[in-house]
């Protein structure tokens, strides 16, 4: 019963995420239903595949080994740079700094080295020739989806810049869209990174000796980064085929006399040898490191200083701190999960929640959940899903595990309103003759790809086991 009922949600929440695209498609009679309908059945057989199929399991078990590895080797790394300082049993913010930041740093760097001995675009042209064979996507399209699984929204267009000042107005959307419905290499390694134990299920360590305790300590947390590594890896390769289903309903393709079916990687080459493309990727990876780093600092500031603001001002003044903290109360009383600081009175916590509890409730999320999974899913939008896997990584041991599966998944993405400012600036800079249209399009790029996000969530809460999903 409980299956069939989760089964629902989700199909419901899918039929309802189409259908926000189609109220905004620019041309509702020019959709190609025959390539929505594929990409869909696309998404959902990847996911049953790779969830079910042992040798693809065993491939992204792989996979997922190399991300955890990856850490190690920046574990060393870091440890040697910063030493006492690498301290796992320190707050948050330490752990971040110390091992999260370095983590991107190096995998920007490796990245360059595959992109520089040709290994990295074999793969993407492997990916974008199945996306054109099944979805029948033009050449650019289909490399530039494809990009966008494997490396970030800035540096996927570079994949198709002999193709960018060309591309039609639906291949452009569909190329930011794309962008923000995945995530990039380094940022996916950060994220296993610091959050990947919040998922570990430590074992008891009563009666073993101080040196076995650990290792048995180690063991599991090293467990949950891989499994949480392979369902993040699974999410971003699914939401590519939905982020190309939402782009295409929100503008069909209306130029097919523009279409170029060309498909080819681009050769160049980070850097004019190794060692050259090593400190060209360092360098980019210290960039975005630091950006992140940036980024939540100032986010976090700016809410602290909204929530002074709607609850110290607004709320103060008025009554609206009261009905705030009685509602919540109430919902508290009736068995709904409530972040603490929602029940201090008017805050930003709690109109995210309150706002987006509705669609956490489509996507399948169980109903004492949506709230807290609401507060999630608009934090991400706001503000970026660093901040919101952050708070995630408070409420593991909180939410349901069917929660859970459907957060984890529904955050894996670029889409929040910062990305429209870096993509502006990222393709504009390479394609200048379309950055008028990619300024036109931010905003239909960023719900395009919160829509892919959301129904890559919704099939994750249909399929995947809560079993399978704690280690």
Partial sequence: ?????????????????????????????????????????????????????????????????????????????????????????????????????????????????????????????????????????????????????????????????????????????????????????????????????????????????????????????????????????????????AAIVAAKILYPQDEPERVNQDFMVPKDKIGSNLLEAIAIGTTDGLKLAVNVGAMLLVFTALIAMLNYFLTDVIGYYTPLNGWVAQFAGYLKGNGFQIQPSAMAGLNLEFILGCLFAPIAWLLGVPSTDIFLVGQLLGQKTAINEFFAYAELGKFTKVLQIKSLIIATYALCGFANFASIGIQIGGIGAIAPGQKTTVAEFGIKALIGGTVACFITAAIAGMIVSESSFLF
């Fill in 1 to 241: 019963m409980e299956l069939t009922v989760g089964i629902f949600r989700g199909s419901l929440g899918i039929v309802a995420l189409i259908g926000i695209c189609y109220l905004l498609s620019n041309n509702r009679k020019a959709i190609d239903w025959g390539l929505v309908l594929k990409g869909l059945l696309i998404q959902l057989g990847l996911a049953l595949a790779l969830l079910n199929i042992p040798f693809l399991q065993f491939f992204f078990k792989i996979v997922s080994d190399f991300f955890v590895q990856i850490l190690k080797f920046t574990e060393a790394g870091a440890t040697f740079l910063f030493a006492g300082l690498m301290d796992p049993s320190q707050s948050f913010g330490y752990v971040f700094a110390f091992q999260v930041l370095p983590t991107i740093v190096f995998f920007a760097a490796f990245s360059a080295v595959l992109y520089y001995l040709g290994i990295l675009q074999r793969i993407i042209f492997g990916f974008a020739w199945l996306m054109k064979k099944v979805m029948g996507l033009s050449g650019s399209e289909s490399l530039a989806a494809a990009a966008n699984v494997f490396i970030g929204q800035t540096e996927a267009p570079l994949v198709v810049k002999p193709y960018l000042e060309k591309m039609t107005r639906s291949e452009m959307l569909c190329l930011m869209t794309g962008g923000m419905a995945t995530i990039a290499g380094g940022v996916f390694a950060a994220y296993v990174g610091f959050l990947g134990e919040s998922f570990a299920v430590l074992p008891n360590i009563a009666g073993m000796s101080e040196e076995a305790g650990k290792l048995a300590i180690e063991a599991a947390k090293d467990a949950s980064k891989n499994l949480f590594a392979q369902h993040l890896l699974l999410a971003s390769i699914i939401s590519a085929p």
